[in-house]
């Protein structure tokens, strides 16, 4: 699922926050395009400023709800490199999560991208609507530290979760204004064709990674005739109905990950837990941990380059790191857009209680994966703006190129696979036969797919699959 980046520095004290349900109704067409004008981008904190050299930014103001576009704004932070040489287009980057920040990755994260992909396009990004510089949503630091564990034992813990979840949603929504029941992915597609539009492109070619294919799949089907291309790397399949279709691949995408990692330890004398029971000392940990939820998550985090090595060490050192608390007053909550794009409400603890009990049968060594708090921290939240459905997709200029590592722990190739079969003849999905949480940057061989897909839109033949790069982490 999403790749929960920044969730290792916020779950600990993360939440939920709650929406207004709202219908999906069509949204009238903005008069004009918005007005960019464009500056060189600033070096900010830790940034090196020779690396910063070269990127542009650039505030649009945009409806802070565009079912009501005339109504109250927002500034929508965007960035971008223009093309070296012999121009494309633009190449719109979808940034995962959520929370991840575009305009960072155009500023200083530019080794994403291919020397092809920079010289033949203008690469622009932007920080979602209540991500970084964008309105982020903001909540006090003292109650976003004091979040209970998602592991409830009766029903007094599961409802006092639920009215913590309620009580730091009013917090959040006091905090940083009308935009916070906004923040859905319906609403950040309309932003990306305002981006679109404030540039002057008929059409634009998509990238997005993570908890950015949702934003590319619907995008395409909203506006099919602006979509030149559409890159869908580590998919979130948004189609997902209930609690158990949605936690059921995740949880076993995290399980195998840790499989493939045990196996490798087996037969790798480099491995600090070679010729020893992995399993057992992974469980012994975790059962002795504080927080047995963040230990996992520490763990699940550690599968996503995948980190195999340090993972051994890790454990062999029996310490598992866990981020620290907040400092300032008010902290910016990056989870808010779960709750705006999935019902996947728990009506009781009996059910609840349930979902653990089938997760723990059936991952025994990961039996909570990180993307259990995508139900925990929706718990009390009324129904989302912009609920799963199954993709509509037709007349694209291109078939969408979805890519999925066949061992991801956090989008499970499963997914990616019924995400293709959504799209049916205007979907084509790539294979990394590999593992860990992204795949472009994997091995030559998908970079090369992906880039010429991209510049030529040479799709490949259905069925491509690129081998597995041994991980060096």
Known sequence: MTNFKLLHRTAAWGAVLTVTAAGLATVPAAAAAPTVHWTACKAEGKDDPEEVKGSECAVLQLPIDWRNPSGPTFGLEIARRTAKQQRVGVLMFGPGGPGDSGVDRIKTGMDRFSPELQNRFDIVSFDPRGIARSNPVKCTSSLYAAMPSPLVRDQAEFDALIDYNRRLAADCRQHTGPLYDHVDTWQTVRDVDAIRRALGEQTITFHGSSYGTPLGAQYAETYPNRVRAVV????????????????????????????????????????????????????????????????????????????????????????????PPPTTELVANTLVPFCQDWNLRVGSYREYAALLDRLARNNPDMPYPGQFMAISLCLGAPPANNPQHRLDVDNLRTPILLSNARHDPATAYTMAQNVQRQLGRDGVLLTYDGWGHGSYNKSPCM????DRYLVDRKVPQRGTSCAAVPPTG
Not at 447 to 450: D, L, R
């Open 232 to 323: 869908l790397e580590s998919v979130l399949d948004h189609s997902l109905a209930t609690p158990r279709q949605f936690l059921d691949p995740q949880a076993v995408s995290v399980q195998d990950s840790f499989d493939e990692f045990v196996s490798w330890c087996d037969r790798t004398t480099t491995c600090a837990l070679h010729g020893q029971d992995v399993r057992a000392r992974w469980a012994e940990l975790r059962s002795t941990a504080d927080n047995p939820f963040m230990a996992s998550f520490a763990v699940f985090r550690m599968l996503y380059a995948p980190q195999w090595n340090a993972l051994a060490t890790t454990l062999q050192k029996g310490v598992i790191p866990t981020p």
């Open 447 to 450: 970079t090369t797919t992906i």
